[in-house]
């Protein structure tokens, strides 16, 4: 099975306020960025919307290596999202989730592949992370230039 690293991160200027996200797949020579933007928003939509996008546009079952500095989106995947599921997409609080919708996607684009997920501190140096955070806010520029 092939392995592909991908790298992604969201954020908004204002919480809620203009988004955006960027993604960032590599598969040996190959290398894809993506990135958008969405009006109204929040950093942790953004940060979802990252890792669907990176996982929505792979074509086949793949091994796939994820850093994301959002300990949101790697908690609510690793530790959170089975028992939400066994709950109905409620809480252990009894509360219904937030972005449910942007979850059920996300865990429709993993169930192809295997995934490993890593995290790093954001605005640490790492080329990855620093790569994603700029095809952000890059989409946040090109939003904000449009109006």
């Not at 203009?18 to 993506?34: C, D, I, N, S």
């Not at 192809?112 to 995290?119: D, N």
């Amino acid at each position: 099975m092939r392995v592909v690293k991908m790298y992604t991160d969201g954020g908004c200027r204002g919480n809620p306020g203009p988004g955006g996200w960027g993604a960032l797949l590599q598969y040996g020579e190959f290398r894809k960025e993506l990135k958008g933007h969405q009006a109204d928003t929040t950093n942790n939509q953004m940060e979802l919307m990252a890792a669907i996008q990176g996982f929505e546009i792979l074509n086949r079952s793949s091994y796939v290596h994820i850093t994301t500095d959002s300990q949101y989106v790697k908690n609510g995947v690793t530790k959170w999202m089975s028992g939400w599921k066994q709950k109905g997409w409620k809480t252990a609080a009894n509360q219904p989730v937030k972005n449910k919708e942007l979850w059920m996607r996300l865990d429709a684009a993993l169930k192809p592949h295997t995934v490993e997920w890593f995290w790093v501190k954001g605005q640490s140096g790492h080329p990855g992370n620093e790569r994603v955070d700029e095809l952000a806010n890059l989409a946040i520029d090109e939003l904000l230039a449009k109006r």
